[in-house]
């Protein structure tokens, strides 16, 4: 593939009012000047759908389904911490379930407050792995243990990546790992429950992080025989990462500018440059027990160049009041662990950037055709176009069974218990 190298940064567009446009006399032609002139005239995601009363409802409603689900999920797993002391095997099988309820969560979420179009392409490496099925959904057919690098584009990408883990044919919602920034653990309910899952929190201070981050890595290393390896083996996990460090913005654009000047490499246009350090010493825990990184190019149509994705998709418009992305686009290849020069720092730091380089071209030609490079297997449509939502709407049920299990039980003793007291008075 060649690859399309930007030497300098792309910057934001002014306001209007900073570019002296006068008032035409009809709407349309202020429309058209201001459009000619580069200035961002309608959102992306169409005109705002709800007012807002509805809006406020649809935060209400949203609120309370979140921290149901999360007190559900959290109560589950305190239910089984007993499990951790009793059999290992069994207890990270208990997680990885309730692990699957937070990815219903994120998917059923977005299905009904910000129902979204995705389409999904890929290189030659993943051919056959990309496959539509009968409903007009999608099955990635990717192995069960492999490391996930992407674009930071929005807040929201690991929200779309975690529902990609879902329509895995084995499903992997249940096995995802995510680093995140310590603070996070922290938050009443959900930070407790991100530590249940394994997750892993960064100082962003590697002295610091580094014994962390191989322990938790060391974790997923270990084999065990049991409910999700079977005999005894290594337990399945995507484990994602963002190699830019945080999602695109003015300020982190003109960083990756100065840092790219600093360095004396060549910028890029649509991402921000990767940082290695992190990615090397997780691959190098990880050797021997994964055979691929997969690779997906995440872009959000409706964002133009100088634009960035956290300006105009907030979760206020794409969650409440109904402007989600027209699409949001994933093109996937992968890339052998055995080929990927681990052993050598600089080299290591020369192959990731030469990865950002190719997709930072592919992201120049979604720019400038609206569509990411065709799948190019005959036998494969040039891409898949499905929506984020559940296979089955039932799959709701498992965030809250244990709960109710648990509701029930306190009640049938509630019962018994008067039954006891009445009895003898």
């Known amino acids: 593939m060649s690859v399309k190298m930007a030497s300098e940064p792309s910057m934001r567009r002014k306001p209007a009012e900073e570019q002296n446009i006068t008032k035409p006399e009809t709407p349309a032609v202020i429309k058209s000047l201001r459009k000619s002139r580069g200035v961002r005239v309608d959102h992306p995601g169409g005109e705002i759908k709800h007012g807002l009363g509805m ?151 590697m002295a610091t992080d580094q014994p962390r981050i191989a322990h938790r890595l060391n974790k997923l290393k270990e084999r065990h025989s049991g409910p999700l390896s079977g005999e005894k083996g290594l337990d399945p996990m995507w484990l994602l990462l963002f190699p830019e460090g945080t999602n695109a913005s003015p300020n982190m654009r003109i960083k990756s500018a100065e840092w790219a000047e600093k360095t004396g490499v060549a910028d890029v246009k649509h991402t921000l440059l990767p940082r290695s350090t992190g990615s090397l010493f997780c691959l190098n825990e990880l050797e021997n027990t994964v055979d691929y990184v997969y690779d997906c190019t995440l872009a959000y149509e409706g964002i133009e160049c100088g634009e960035y994705g956290q300006d105009l998709y907030t979760l206020r418009s794409m969650y409440f009041a109904g402007q989600p992305p027209p699409s949001v686009n994933m093109y996937w290849r992968k890339f052998a662990i055995k080929d990927i020069p681990l052993q050598d720092g600089e080299k290591f730091d020369l192959w ?40 089955h709407r039932w799959e709701v049920g498992n965030i809250f069974v244990v709960l109710a299990a648990l509701g029930l039980i306190f009640n049938l003793l509630g019962r018994a218990w008067s039954v006891v007291g009445f009895g003898k008075r």
């Open 55 to 205: 809006q406020i409802l649809r935060i209400i409603l949203a609120t309370i389904y979140t921290i149901a689900t999360c007190i559900s999920i959290v109560t589950t797993q305190l239910v089984g911490l007993p499990l951790y002391w009793y059999n290992k095997d069994l207890y990270y099988a208990y997680m990885a379930l309730t692990k699957q309820s937070f990815g219903i969560y994120v998917t059923s979420f977005t299905q009904w407050w910000s129902p979204t179009v995705v389409r999904i392409s890929g290189d030659a490496s993943v051919a056959g792995e990309l496959v539509k099925t009968e409903n007009g959904g999608v099955q990635l057919q990717f192995p069960d243990r492999l490391v996930l690098i992407a674009n930071h584009q929005l807040y929201s990408d690991w929200l779309y990546l975690w529902w990609a883990a879902y329509t895995n044919k084995r499903k992997m919602h249940g096995h995802i790992y995510i680093i995140l920034k310590e603070s996070l653990k922290h938050i009443p309910i959900v930070g407790w429950g991100m530590m249940f899952y394994g997750f892993i929190f960064m100082s962003r201070k």
């Open 352 to 391: 990731l950037r030469e990865r950002w380089y190719e997709k930072d071209a592919i992201m120049e030609e979604y720019a400038s055709t609206g569509r990411f490079p065709v799948s190019p297997s005959e036998s494969e449509e040039d891409f898949i176009e499905t929506e984020v939502k559940l296979s």
